[in-house]
């Protein structure tokens, strides 16, 4: 069993930045893609963002592109999910995945994924 552990969520104002981590012990972080959902009060839990294992190949939904980033350090056994000009639709519990090998074609879909943190609340206010 992968253990994920987020942390760096928090009361934003909009327009305003946030840089959550995701960290799992172990040696084998370097061959999970990541992946970043959210879930918002009443909402399904949504995609966000992913990296794949190369640390090169990166996905991000429609709603975040331009504003947030995935980058990830191998070293620390974390990936990172920057976010800048929050907006108050951004508010949600954010949640980071891992995909093991063999890794999944498809990044944008929870089923893709192996393990998950517990989440970390991210609340931008107006």
């Known amino acids: 069993q992968v253990q994920l552990v987020e942390s760096g969520g928090g009361l934003v104002q909009a327009g305003g930045s946030l840089r959550l981590s995701c960290t799992t012990p172990?040696?084998?972080?370097?061959?999970?893609?990541m992946g970043w959902f959210r879930q918002a009060p009443g909402k399904e839990r949504e995609f966000v963002g992913a990296?794949?294992?190369?640390?090169?190949?990166?996905y991000y939904a429609d709603s975040v592109k331009g504003r947030f980033t995935i980058f990830r350090e191998n070293a620390k056994n974390t990936v990172y999910l920057q976010m800048n000009s929050l907006k108050p639709e951004d508010t949600a519990v954010y949640y980071c995945?891992?995909?093991?090998?063999?890794?999944?074609?498809?990044?944008?879909?929870?089923?893709?994924?192996?393990?998950w943190g517990q989440g970390t609340q991210v609340t931008v206010s107006s």
């Open positions: 990296m794949r294992w190369n640390g090169v190949t990166t």
């Open positions: 995945a891992a995909d093991q090998p063999p890794w999944a074609q498809v990044m944008g879909v929870i089923s893709s994924y192996d393990y």
């Open positions: 172990g040696r084998t972080f370097s061959s999970y893609s």
